[in-house]
């Protein structure tokens, strides 16, 4: 590559990558001038007591918030919780700066949305804004104004629990996700009363964690780093986001919430990020268990000086900066910047200017029907149909009989899913509920069976009798909520307990037998995927879970959602992902010495993009215009879809390249492209994508990001493993 095209390839990219530069929402040259002034005016204890925040309202943080001395509380929940604490720090304090309150509004405030990974299974990130906005507009009534959201993690171990809190195993839908919830959440304006500040987390790496293991150590090349991990994080960036979340694992050895490398040189330095950074929870005291600091004073110094301007909850800042400023450990400059950058959200949330809110809007706001019918239709397009032998579904409305079995057929509390906020139990419809809302109740015959966990099968004979009597039995089997999140990290990836022996003795009466699978993660079923010959991925969806599934099982929606992550065989399959690199001996069928396993196939359960529907569709005519082109230059790829069926149905057209030949091994597949469409009964429509050349890089030897010369494979089609061929190629 010679030097001419070389930086034209680079001030392209740099271009791309900054056409947003990370400015907040309503900021201007005014607040700068207030937060100068006001800086001007604090003492040093109000300074750092900005870069504090604590855990609910306490006897320790309201004497705090009295004395000027607290930034933030998280988990202070409700209109008038918040107005009280509020009034103590505006009226009280001598500089009367309003508080920020943050809360885990991760998929929905009271009214709970699918969990972001089913979210992410809609392909639909409209949709997804939508939820998010939603979700900002119930918790701003209710005193919030920072959401610890989106999770932008990358998962490619289905073990890690915390996979349901993200979009999956791919960065081109994960940034396509976390701009939608950014954009959801914060709006063009965050001083609107109906939005807060998003908080990307958590920055950067986390979902790489070793063998699936939450808050375990990640090892990865800086390639990597920069071409799976970091993207989401830049398109939330590039959004918007005010605020980000630093993470508790290690890096390379660095942990993350010390790491001046991510925390300051990328996200300040490259991305000329304005927000501040705030820890996970003690993830600063954490540097201590990490090895890399002696003391909590060390950890906090090591932590403020990365670029971490906020402690939450381990109170290590507010007792150890004024003597590490007074050692020369830390700058006057290194804190007024943190305090600098929190009060800059503040003033962009207008919180100086309007610091309480309207206590009897709350209830008005919350669980709006509007807000209803939206996690209907999300929850609706976020169902995965993986199997439908026969085209068992949609059932019929005028069957005869149903038998409705297991342990998260009748279940009000795990449909929520992990991190459901003020979700609450006796809000969500049950899937009991919503076939009896579709049929006659008395056609219905519910057994539990069994329970999620345990080998109990006192209940399996009753569950048999009314598969023997029935049509049809709906078994729905899972994970419980606390299954999956945070700490909820699994070894096996089976369902638990007696479910699939459930499932072994349902198939047994011969009565066809759909299974709907409530889960937060990928699941390793072999058998069910094998012998049950109708399969719904439902995920956790929610409050209106049992409304959505009856949609789909009885064809009032015709399911077009797609999985965001790979569907193991088996957990020895994993780490498993569908953008992996090549090898030197490719996986083959035929060749024992290529990499694979003796012991399974070598292709995944479901690859990552797959999802059935009521619809056939027709994929014909790729058609790449130009078929050469420079690295300045784009190509444009259409291709013609056409829905063969009678019903309408939605699609998810995707679109796939390879770089064939590259300076470095490049996946054998990344996506590039998808667009969600409907299509009327025998519909034909042409479906187009724009690839930019500049997207098409990558890191080389020496970190500089190029787009080389040569061919690249483009496929079309329905998911990650099929699809029409087509090629272009870069030229000099």
């Excluded at 209710?142 to 629990?161: E, N």
């Excluded at 390639?223 to 694992?249: H, V």
């Excluded at 009753?462 to 049509?471: G, L, P, S």
């Excluded at 957990?571 to 012991?599: C, E, L, M």
């Amino acid at each position: 590559m010679n030097i001419i095209r070389y930086l034209t390839v680079t001030i392209l990219f740099l271009l791309h990558q900054t056409l947003v530069i990370a400015q907040l929402p309503n900021s201007n040259s005014d607040i700068e001038t207030k937060i100068n002034a006001l800086l001007r005016k604090m003492t040093l204890d109000e300074k750092i007591g900005q870069m504090a925040q604590y855990s609910d309202m306490t006897q320790r943080s309201t004497a705090l918030a009295k004395e000027g001395r607290l930034g933030s509380l998280l988990n202070v929940r409700g209109a008038a919780k918040y107005n009280a604490i509020q009034k103590i720090a505006v009226e009280q304090s001598r500089l009367k700066i309003p508080l920020i309150i943050g809360n885990d509004v991760i998929h929905g405030y009271r009214t709970i949305f699918p969990i972001p990974l089913a979210q992410a299974a809609s392909w639909d990130p409209d949709l997804v804004e939508k939820a998010a906005a939603v979700a900002a507009k119930e918790a701003r009534a209710a005193g919030t104004h920072w959401t610890f959201a989106p999770m932008v993690d990358i998962a490619r171990d289905p073990r890690w629990g915390r996979t349901a809190e993200g979009a999956g195993e791919d960065p081109y839908l994960g940034a396509a996700m976390a701009r939608a919830q950014v954009k959801g959440f914060q709006g063009d304006n965050l001083a609107n009363p109906i939005k807060v500040v998003a908080c990307p987390k958590h920055y950067v790496a986390y979902g790489a964690a070793e063998g699936g293991r939450d808050y375990n150590t990640v090892d990865i090349s800086i390639n990597t780093l920069r071409e799976i991990y970091l993207p989401p994080f830049k398109a939330a960036i590039d959004a918007g986001a005010g605020t980000i979340m630093s993470a508790f694992n290690d890096l390379n050895g660095m942990s993350t919430s010390a790491n001046r490398f991510t925390l300051t040189d990328i996200l300040r330095g490259e991305w000329k990020f304005q927000g501040f950074v705030i820890s996970d929870w003690t993830s600063i005291n954490e540097l201590v268990s990490h090895g890399i600091a002696g003391t909590p004073a060390e950890a906090g110094m090591k932590a403020v000086n990365a670029g971490v301007d906020m402690d939450m909850e381990s109170g290590i800042y507010t007792e150890h900066l004024p003597k590490l400023l007074a050692d020369g450990k830390v700058t006057q400059r290194t804190i007024d910047e943190a305090v600098r950058r929190i009060l800059r959200i503040k003033f962009a949330l207008g919180l100086f200017d309007k610091p309480f809110i309207d206590a009897k809007r709350e209830s008005s706001v919350l669980l709006h029907m509007d807000h209803l019918q939206l996690a209907r239709e999300v929850a609706g397009k976020s169902i995965v149909l993986l199997k439908n032998a026969g085209d068992l579904l949609p059932l019929s409305k005028e069957i005869e009989s149903i038998a409705l079995i297991g342990p998260l057929a009748d279940n009000k509390a795990d449909p929520l899913g992990t991190w459901a906020c003020e979700g609450r139990a006796e809000d969500v419809v049950t899937v009991l509920e919503g076939l009896k809302a579709k049929v006659d109740p008395g056609k219905i015959h519910y057994s539990r069976g069994c329970e999620i966990s345990g080998k109990d099968t006192k209940g399996f004979a009753e569950a048999v009798r009314f598969a023997q009597e029935a049509k049809v039995a709906v078994v729905v089997v899972g994970e419980s909520a606390p299954m999956s999140g945070e700490a909820a990290s699994r070894a096996y990836l089976d369902l638990p307990g007696v479910q699939e022996d459930l499932l072994k003795a349902i198939c047994a009466t011969k009565t066809p037998v759909v299974a709907v699978l409530m889960n937060g993660r990928p699941l390793a079923i072999p058998w069910v995927s094998e012998n049950v010959p109708a399969i719904v991925e439902a995920w956790h969806l929610g409050i209106q879970s049992g409304n959505a599934i009856a949609d789909v099982l009885f064809g009032d929606v015709n399911p077009g959602g797609k999985l965001p992550a790979t569907f193991p065989r088996a957990v020895g399959q994993v780490p498993i992902y569908y953008n992996h690199k090549s090898t030197g001996r490719p996986a083959s069928d035929s060749n024992n010495f290529t990499s694979k396993y003796i012991d399974a196939p070598i292709t995944p359960q479901f690859p990552f993009g797959f999802g059935l529907s009521y619809s056939k569709f027709d994929y014909d005519n790729l058609v790449i215009r130009p078929t050469k082109i420079k690295s300045t230059e784009s190509v444009n790829v259409s291709i013609d879809v056409k829905n063969l069926s009678q019903h309408a149905g939605d699609e998810v057209v995707q679109l796939y390249v390879q770089d064939v030949v590259a300076s470095m091994s490049r996946p054998v597949k990344e996506l590039k492209g998808f667009r969600r469409i409907t299509f009327q009964p025998g519909e034909t429509k042409t479906v187009e994508f724009t690839l930019v050349a500049s997207e098409l890089g990558f890191y080389d030897e020496s970190m500089q990001y190029v787009v080389e010369p040569g061919v690249f494979k483009v496929w079309v089609g329905t998911n990650s493993a099929e699809g029409i061929i087509g090629e272009f190629e870069i030229v000099e």
